[in-house]
């Protein structure tokens, strides 16, 4: 029973440890060009998907795809066509270890973040933050306030909340609270997490374990 526990609470820890962590939706605000609510009208796929994986090895190219897009709603910043083609990629199978999404379908409606492409070999003028686009979830009514300069979508809420810039230069993608450190995001004030190689705190954290299970269940 002991090292069932274990085995458990090991899935829970490692599954938490390889999982892309929570966007900072007001980082991702305040980077995009143009934030709006729109629709998919239809979806040009440039290049496939690629995935391959074996017992040892995994590797992945994400497909790339050019959307016509149909804005219903700016929320940050405007332009004068309410209909943009714009660049994107996606995953046939996406999963947690990534931002990238499936392909979008015909009839789709997110928040979307764009950029501006700078490309200059791109004949597309926009490109879509994948990571940072959204839909709403079906659980939530879609609405937009009278006066909706500078907001983000809370999904949780299923409400608009007012963006605060914060002015720092240092604000990662992590959220509240926490630091991007080495690619690694860690609660403020933490010690830097050991590199790959020094080994000695991770495998600490099974005799951690070992020893909580020992204590509940008793030896």
Request: charged share 20%; glycine share 6%.
């Amino acid at each position: 029973m002991k090292y069932l526990v274990v085995f458990f609470v090991l899935v829970g820890f490692v599954g938490t440890v390889f999982a892309v962590p929570e966007l900072d939706h007001e980082r991702s605000y305040e980077r995009a060009d143009y934030v709006f609510y729109g629709e998919v009208l239809s979806a040009k796929v440039l290049s496939e998907s690629i995935q391959t994986h074996d017992k040892n090895h995994y590797s992945e190219t994400p497909g790339k795809v050019v959307y016509s897009l149909k804005v219903h709603d700016f929320i940050k910043n405007s332009f004068e066509n309410k209909v943009i083609s714009a660049h994107g990629e996606y995953l046939e199978k996406p999963h947690g270890m990534s931002y990238t999404p499936n392909l979008y379908k015909i009839g789709d409606k997110l928040v979307f973040y764009v950029h501006i492409s700078d490309d200059l070999e791109s004949s597309y003028s926009y490109l879509i933050d994948y990571a940072a686009s959204h839909y709403i979830p079906t659980e939530c009514k879609y609405y937009l306030p009278a006066n909706h300069a500078d907001l983000i979508y809370d999904v949780h809420s299923c409400s608009w909340k007012r963006f605060i810039p914060e002015n720092n230069d240092d604000a990662s993608m992590c959220g509240t609270g926490t630091e991007l450190v080495d690619g690694v995001c860690q609660i403020i004030g933490m010690e830097k997490t050991d590199v790959v190689g020094d080994d000695a705190s991770f495998f600490g954290i099974f005799v951690y374990i070992d020893n909580l299970i020992s204590w509940i269940f008793g030896k």
